[in-house]
């Protein structure tokens, strides 16, 4: 990461693990590890841990974010959340395109711009989720995937609002397997995107412009991922269930 043009992201995805009371108790575990951090922290929780979250991190440095909304403000969408419910508790953050949501749950580049766009609206800071599978990229499509997913998802996005977004590159083959991408395959694809955004914005936008790394970043590869100039924080999964491996990555990213 380049800590002289952008500031890294640490942000935990919790998916669907702990209770309200598990919550606490995590919380109440990492804020003692991560508040001298000279980067952004992030824990992403269910819905149902939002509040517990936000009332656990007040008057500290970490930030609560969501694992996703609807597009919609209100309406007959049974089981979903707006962004204004979330911003009404104090949310901060959302998770978007996560690619387990578009595996198990038909979420489409389509519904996931939808999706941004209704965020950035109400006020989140948006976590957009890109990658390829790995079929994807044994047939050495990696980039166009990670272009289409992001040129959609960015539909109608200003410059201005751009500023509230960050991309977290994510390869499907890479999360929940214990897989990792190389640093040097992960900073590929990371440069990859960083000209895109230069080439949909430009330049200026794209060096302020903040992505992470989303495949099964852990306590022992984060200080080599995070190393790599345009790897600028991680969206960590089963590590950010864990107090300890979490503030190791946090602390990888405050070198």
Same mark, same amino acid.
């Given at each position: 990461?380049?800590?002289?043009?952008?500031?890294?992201?640490?942000?935990?995805?919790?998916?669907?693990?702990?209770?309200?009371?598990?919550?606490?108790?995590?919380?109440?575990?990492?804020?003692?590890?991560?508040?001298?951090?000279?980067?952004?922290?992030?824990?992403?929780?269910?819905?149902?841990?939002?509040?517990?979250?936000?009332?656990?991190?007040?008057?500290?440095?970490?930030?609560?974010?969501?694992?996703?909304?609807?597009?919609?403000?209100?309406?007959?969408?049974?089981?979903?959340? #707006?962004?204004?419910?979330?911003?009404?508790?104090?949310?901060?953050?959302? /998770?978007?395109?996560?690619?387990?949501?578009?595996?198990?749950?038909?979420?489409?580049?389509?519904?996931?711009?939808?999706?941004?766009?209704?965020?950035?609206?109400?006020?989140?800071?948006?976590?957009?989720?890109?990658?390829?599978?790995?079929?994807?990229?044994?047939?050495?499509?990696?980039?166009?995937?990670?272009?289409?997913?992001?040129?959609?998802?960015?539909?109608?996005?200003?410059?201005?609002?751009?500023?509230?977004? /960050?991309?977290?590159?994510?390869?499907?083959?890479? /999360?929940?397997?214990?897989?990792?991408?190389?640093?040097?395959?992960?900073?590929?694809?990371? #440069?990859?995107?960083?000209?895109?955004?230069?080439?949909?914005?430009?330049?200026?936008?794209?060096?302020?412009?903040?992505?992470?790394?989303?495949?099964?970043?852990?306590?022992?590869?984060?200080?080599?991922?995070?190393?790599?100039?345009?790897?600028?924080?991680?969206? /960590?999964?089963?590590?950010?269930?864990?107090?300890?491996?979490?503030?190791?990555?946090?602390?990888?990213?405050?070198?």
């Amino acid at each position: 990461m380049n800590k002289k043009l952008r500031k890294a992201v640490i942000a935990g995805n919790w998916k669907m693990n702990k209770t309200p009371v598990e919550t606490a108790e995590l919380i109440g575990n990492i804020k003692p590890l991560v508040k001298n951090a000279d980067c952004d922290v992030v824990v992403c929780v269910p819905y149902v841990n939002l509040q517990t979250a936000i009332q656990c991190t007040e008057g500290t440095n970490i930030k609560v974010g969501a694992e996703n909304c609807h597009w919609a403000e209100s309406g007959a969408f049974t089981g979903e959340i #707006s962004p204004q419910m979330l911003t009404s508790i104090g949310v901060e953050y959302v /998770i978007i395109g996560h690619s387990e949501r578009r595996q198990y749950f038909g979420e489409t580049d389509e519904t996931v711009s939808m999706r941004v766009n209704a965020a950035l609206k109400a006020g989140l800071q948006v976590i957009l989720c890109v990658g390829e599978s790995l079929e994807q990229r044994e047939k050495n499509i990696t980039f166009e995937i990670v272009s289409m997913q992001t040129k959609i998802a960015l539909q109608n996005v200003s410059e201005e609002d751009l500023k509230n977004v /960050i991309i977290a590159y994510e390869p499907v083959w890479a /999360i929940g397997t214990g897989k990792t991408a190389t640093a040097k395959q992960a900073n590929e694809v990371n #440069s990859f995107i960083r000209e895109l955004i230069a080439d949909l914005y430009n330049t200026k936008a794209a060096n302020a412009f903040v992505i992470q790394y989303g495949g099964s970043m852990n306590a022992e590869n984060a200080a080599e991922l995070l190393d790599q100039e345009d790897i600028d924080g991680g969206l /960590i999964g089963g590590a950010s269930l864990k107090a300890p491996d979490f503030a190791k990555i946090v602390e990888a990213a405050s070198r």
